[in-house]
């Protein structure tokens, strides 16, 4: 299965499950910690943290919020690590790919219950660290797919000043290719 094929499966997962990881031959599914982190000294204090100014969430929310800000921190080491062994397609290359999946599915999972303007609504770095892999294993299609895929769950700030609709520009020029009719909305929208 191409990785455009394996990160297209990820995509189409059903709204609020995660996907799984699929073990490479011989190998072992890797499992997920089953508690979360200890909190830190200053967490468990009886004094109640300052309040921010997006909307009072609850501490279930936080607490999904606070792992998936853990998740996404993890992500650009990794893919330096990817990136500094020169193989986009080691085991490396494919555990940091079903790190940016697990990351987007706790995405989409917090999504419904965030404020609009949340910094977890527009936020990108898995979307964009999967489009890098493909960039770098020359299949600008799938870089611009996921791109797409960005855009449509609004994931429109990759770090970038252009933001994910300047990587998907960028992408289909590398690849010399056409825009879709829906790719060319978003080009050509207000946040491009």
Known sequence: MSLFHSIKKIFSTPEGEQPAAEPTEGEQSPSLPESAPEPSPAATSPVP??????APYSEDIMEQRTEYAVMVDKLPKAYNHVRESGSFTSPAAEELIRQC?????????????????????????????????????????????????????????????????????????????????????YLEGPSS
């Open 101 to 185: 999946a697990l990351v987007i599915a706790q995405r989409r999972v917090l999504l419904p219950s965030l404020s609009p303007n949340d910094w977890i609504a527009s936020h990108g770095e898995a979307y964009k660290r999967l489009a890098m892999i493909c960039e770098k294993r020359e299949d600008y299609e799938g870089a611009a797919e996921i791109c797409l895929t960005a855009l449509r769950d609004g994931a429109t700030n990759d770090g970038s000043q252009s933001g994910m609709a300047g990587r998907l520009r960028r992408m289909l020029k590398k690849g010399r290719l056409q825009p879709t009719d829906e790719m060319r909305q």
């Open 49 to 54: 943290p300052p309040i921010s100014p997006q």
